[in-house]
């Protein structure tokens, strides 16, 4: 599961509200700062805007922490090499299969190594050889 960089714990004139918030505070004893940040956890109640500008000041630290420790170019970075990734793999696809009979040639060779005939690294061999994607 994925730790939130800031916790909102609204509604937090309610019953129950202090016991989740120190639930909340011991889980998150257990998990080691990122880059120096331990989420905070902020206490709102939105229908009567209280708390709202403490979270927008927490926000606001968050976003220059965020920044200022090079997470941020970081994880722009690694989305856009993602990002790459799946185009990269959409066109090698596209190669790979969009000829005259691509999609035909990968039904047959599902079959042979659904058959057991055929391994399917062999298979994507093939599949790369005929489409001179091999060299």
């Known amino acids: 599961m994925e730790i939130g960089d800031i916790f909102v714990l609204n509604k937090a004139d309610r019953e129950g509200a202090d ?5 909340l505070l011991a889980m998150l004893s257990l998990v080691m700062p990122r880059d120096g940040w331990h989420p905070p956890v902020v206490h709102t109640v939105a229908s009567e805007n209280q708390g709202i500008e403490e979270l927008s000041k927490t926000v606001a ?12 170019q970081r994880k722009h970075v690694e989305h856009w090499k993602n990002r790459l990734i799946e185009l990269l ?9 969009g000829g005259v009979g691509g999609e035909s040639r990968l039904a047959e060779l599902a079959a042979e190594v659904a ?3 055929k391994d399917p690294f062999s298979a994507v061999n093939e599949i790369l050889k005929s489409s001179g994607l091999d060299s």
């Open 89 to 97: 793999e959409s066109r090698l696809l596209e190669r790979a299969l």
């Open 115 to 117: 058959d057991r005939k």
């Open 61 to 72: 630290k968050f976003r220059k922490h965020f920044e200022s420790s090079g997470q941020r």
């Open 19 to 23: 016991r989740l918030e120190q639930q």
